[in-house]
């Protein structure tokens, strides 16, 4: 799963406190994320895919690279599952 | 920022129209039913005002279903909306507005008016009024947000206890009476930052019906919100602010202007304002049976923790 990944359209995100609360579908939808995953979900922006995420997230949090590497494998998954994010066909 | 419309019309109290107050919103009703009318000034008595309109409803009513013919046709409406006109799929309301002049030309079966029906229309057309006034007014973002809940203002502040239709709003102001405190509004009430802006927040009693016969027009500072929950035992839990956010965010009547077609920006301003009173104001889960006594226990033992708190910083 490298092909590039971008946030899907027509979401609204606040910050609440340490968290980031995403809002779907008009307001019937509404996920949270925590520091790590809202970081991913940020540098969804269709210009990377797994790996460049990973390299990003290795700069900004202390953690190995096979540590995130797995980290943004499962939280990229769990976003294309709610449909916050989408493959970009390339 | 205040934005005034080219050709705003200033519309003075007459035999077939009113002017109500919403907050800073002043809403015209003109219905050529005086009889109709009469008894919209009656529900409304509290909050009539001779100030000039910000947008004019008006209102026109048709005969041809019978209530039981109203619901079936409800279950099945599904609204249309064209360049500053709308219809229903079933054809039982349709209207015109121009907002650059601020006005809006609703008709619709006369029944649509009966505050018994499982939805308020009459709270529907005053909010959609007010949201709309506001897009005039102030470019679209409100000074203030409609809230689906019971306001009550106890030792000069507000507190409000809110959820969801049939969750227990009316149940509280009923057992408040006026022992334990001023119930303002059981159903509906108008929160926002107090003149001046100190990060304070203010609530003030809207006309919009409820279980309960008495409107008030007053206002005072928001102290706490409470979101209500049915149990068999009374009892309160503070919240974090992101459940309290998400929770209270559903509370919030949609501020939607007449004709509005951008969602995102309607839940965006949702999202804004919750953002800002879960930051300022403490939440919590009120669970409570239908016991007096036990309800002003918890809200007694509340505040008194919140006191402290304000002691302690």
């Known amino acids: 799963m490298n092909n590039r990944i971008m946030q899907a359209e027509d979401l609204i995100s606040r910050q609440i406190g340490d968290e980031t609360v995403i809002i779907k579908d008009n307001g019937l939808s509404t996920y949270v994320l925590n520091r790590m995953a809202a970081c991913i979900w940020e540098l969804c922006d269709g210009t990377r895919g797994v790996d460049g995420i990973t390299e990003k997230i290795c700069e900004r949090f202390e953690v190995d690279s096979d540590q995130a590497n797995a980290d943004v494998t499962e939280t990229i998954d769990q976003l294309l599952k709610t449909g916050l994010v989408n493959q970009v066909k390339v | ?313």
């Not at chain 2, 919209?40 to 039981?68: C, K, M, W």
């Not at chain 2, 979101?227 to 009892?235: E, N």
Request: aromatic letters at 6%.
């Open chain 2, 1 to 313: 920022m205040q934005v005034e419309t080219p050709e705003k019309q200033v519309i003075s109290s007459q035999e077939n129209s009113m002017q109500v107050q919403i907050g800073s919103i002043c809403c015209a009703i003109k219905c050529q039913d005086t009889k109709a009318l009469q008894g919209l000034r009656q529900r409304y008595l509290d909050f009539l005002t001779d100030r000039p309109a910000d947008v004019s409803i008006e209102l026109s009513g048709v005969d041809h279903l019978n209530a039981t013919e109203l619901e079936e046709a409800l279950s099945e409406t599904r609204f249309v909306h064209g360049e500053n006109n709308f219809h229903t799929t079933s054809h039982i309301i349709s209207g015109t507005y121009d907002l650059s002049r601020g006005t809006i030309k609703i008709s619709g079966e006369k029944n649509l008016a009966n505050p018994d029906l499982p939805i308020n229309h009459l709270n529907r057309l005053l909010s959609l009024g007010y949201y709309s006034a506001c897009k005039i007014r102030y470019n679209g973002i409100p000074p203030a947000f409609l809230v689906h809940s019971c306001g009550i203002i106890r030792h000069g502040q507000a507190m409000l206890f809110a959820g969801p239709s049939e969750i227990g709003k009316t149940t509280v102001g009923r057992l408040c009476g006026n022992r334990y405190g001023q119930v303002i509004n059981d159903e509906m009430v108008l929160v926002s930052r107090q003149q001046g802006d100190d990060g304070r927040l203010s609530v003030e009693g809207v006309p919009m019906l409820g279980g309960l016969p008495s409107r008030i027009k007053a206002g005072a500072p928001l102290a706490c919100i409470f979101l209500l929950k049915q149990s068999k035992r009374t009892a309160v839990r503070e919240l974090e602010r992101t459940e309290a956010f998400l929770r209270f965010m559903r509370q919030v009547i949609t501020p939607a202007y007449i004709g509005q077609k951008d969602k995102r920006a309607v839940y965006g301003l949702i999202a804004d304002f919750s953002a800002t009173v879960t930051s300022l104001i403490p939440f919590f889960e009120l669970e409570f049976k239908l016991d007096r006594q036990s309800l002003w226990r918890a809200i007694e033992e509340t505040e008194i923790m919140l006191g402290k708190e304000k002691q302690e910083t």
